[in-house]
């Protein structure tokens, strides 16, 4: 895109604008019902509820992740766990229109300061650094540094992303290290800054556990009954955001998943965790890159 031709107070902007102030919002009120004891499907279900009172809509499930665990573990419709003391992150994403806005914290039981420190002190530089003509891999090395500079390693195999209309990522990417591949910024862009810390060895794996899919493709040649009314449910409520098993309003969700995944009409989202023993710290804010640097929306 060329830079003479964004307009900033389009009204594409003034929804991505408007999605950060309700997360934001959100955000710090979920912070506040964090505490030990606390069930998980409690806190998400509050989350994603405020959301749309606030006039937004969830742009993807609450995550929470637990010390090691870094994305996409989300409470299933029956789920007992509540929080200990852990290090948790919340990750959590709003659009208004398919416009989105993404954010993320962490919450902090285990009296691991630094490394929570870590992560966020990265976002501020990585926030510091970027701007029109900036190449996304010196991004990457502000957040790298400062992260070593704590003596923790980032996750190198987790990035920021862009944010599109009812894509949740798109191009380009933001690396939590130095690299040579990448682009220059251009005003305009949308992007969720997203450094992970770590006291691993910097690199996240999957789990086995899986509450979060997203539809890949509107043809689905399945003649199960609860299939296709997961896949209309998918279709009409969800588009092509990412949605958690126990949102689906129908008989054995599971179930009907694995039929969907067994003909590629959706995708999954497995858990990515770190070695076992580990902690990861998560700090995340949405920006609109501007003439002079960036917007932050989501403080």
Known sequence: MADEAVDLDDERY???????EILAQVREETVERIEPGVSHLEVATYAEDRIRELGGE?????NISIDEVAAHDTPSADDER?????MINIDLGVHIDGWLA???ITVDFTGNDDLVEASEAALEAAIDTIGPGVHTGEVGAAIEETIDGYG???VVNLTGHGLGHYDQHCPPNIPNRAVEQGIELEVGQVVAIEPFATDGGGK????SRTEIFVLEREDAPVRDRT???AFKQIVEEFTTLPFATRWLDVRR????????LQHEVIDSYPVLKEDEGCLVSQREHTVIITDDGAEVTTR
Do not use: I, W
Not at 15 to 20: F, I, P, T
Not at 58 to 62: D, E
Not at 204 to 207: A, I, L
């Open 102 to 104: 993404d954010t993320a």
């Open 152 to 154: 923790y390693n980032p």
């Open 58 to 62: 969830v742009a993807f499930p609450l």
């Open 227 to 229: 299939s296709r009314e």
């Open 82 to 86: 509540v929080f200990g003391e852990e």
């Open 14 to 20: 003034e929804k991505h604008r408007e999605a950060g």
């Open 204 to 207: 996240v794996m999957e789990g």
């Open 253 to 260: 969700p599971e179930m009907a998943l694995r039929r969907l």
